[in-house]
């Protein structure tokens, strides 16, 4: 199969690039290394683009048996909410038009940051929390998703907290578990909001890939959750750490520098419509994926270049 991977150069996009190369699938991805790097794509063999898929003249040769759009300004924190909500409305609408022009099915990236802090766990159809530009602009994707599914194949994710391999280039918006584990290998005090009471659904990469993949053959064009059903605290969290770093730091609190409007404290998924649509359900639980994810990066390295 040929398959079209936007944002290939970054986390998620670059461990499904390999996965399904690795799986014998002819793979192109595309990236403008905005926040993607080209280290995460080590051992890759197929075809690599340069470009932003937001652009109004954005073309591509070839054709594609599914795209799969992981391609986004993916921090909420982002300095310029307008080029936020415009790239990644933009972006997709493109990747609708080259779907339907190839006949594709079309996999794309949403969140569940859309959620904001309402009810847990939280289901997909409960009402929306907007708490950023970059939750407006997945939100308006799904809107546009949901008026094409008796159309085409299209499959919307709302990725819960991902970590895992390829994750250090995205800086400030990586996950909790890659810079506490940072800072406590360096020996470090973990800094955590006043009182590590802050709770989140950690997904290993891994399992976001399974489901991504497996979003290939849902039953029908869906939008669902993407994560483990069960939520771990940042003081949970540390201690976790703690186990596989042999390390027995104190947390370091400090007050929380974001107006609660704009912060989400909470996240955890129902996971009914994953099992049930995509038949996904995660394999690995918190513990197993640190791991993983540790010895994977004793190996290639802590530092965020």
């Known amino acids: 199969m040929k398959y079209l991977v936007t944002g290939g150069a970054g986390f998620i996009g670059s461990n ?13 991805i595309i990236d403008n290394l905005l926040t993607g790097n080209k280290n995460n794509l080590n051992g890759f063999k197929g075809e690599f683009k340069e470009a932003d898929v937001s652009n109004n003249n954005f073309k591509i040769n070839g054709r ?15 300095p310029n909410d307008k080029e936020t ?20 099915k079309l996999i794309y990236a949403s969140t569940a940051s859309l959620y904001g802090n309402g009810k847990v766990p939280m289901q997909e159809d409960q009402k929306k929390e907007l708490l950023s530009a970059y939750g407006s ?10 008026k094409l599914f008796d159309k085409m194949h299209i499959v919307g994710l709302r990725y819960f907290n991902v970590f895992g391999p390829r994750e250090k280039y995205k800086g400030r918006a990586a996950s909790m578990v890659y810079h506490l584990g940072k800072q406590m290998k360096e020996g470090k005090n973990p800094r ?13 990469v891994k399992d976001a890939v399974d489901a991504t ?26 201690k976790v750490l703690s186990e596989f770093l042999g ?5 370091e609190y400090f007050d929380m520098p974001y107006d609660q409007k704009t912060y989400q404290s909470n996240t955890q998924a129902d996971t009914k419509k994953a099992k049930q649509f995509l038949g996904f359900k995660a394999k690995w639980d918190l513990k197993e994926g640190i791991k993983d994810y540790f010895n994977w990066l004793n190996k290639n390295g802590w530092d965020n270049e």
Not at 66 to 75: N, P
Not at 247 to 251: A, D, F, G, I, M
């Open 213 to 238: 993949i497996k979003a290939l053959n849902a039953k029908e064009s869906c939008i669902v959750n993407v994560g483990t059903g069960t939520a771990t605290t940042f003081s949970e969290l540390i």
């Open 192 to 204: 955590i909001f006043k009182f590590g009471e802050q709770k989140r659904d950690h997904i290993y």
């Open 247 to 251: 390390k027995n730091l104190e947390p």
């Open 64 to 78: 594609f048996d599914a795209i799969f759009h992981e391609a986004a300004i993916t921090d909420p924190r982002y």
């Open 137 to 146: 602009s997945k939100w308006d994707m799904d809107n546009m998703a949901e």
């Open 85 to 104: 909500y415009n790239k990644n409305v933009q972006g997709f609408k493109n990747m609708i038009k080259l779907a339907q022009k190839n006949n594709a």
């Open 16 to 28: 499904l690039a390999l996965e399904f190369e690795k799986q014998g699938h002819e793979v192109t």
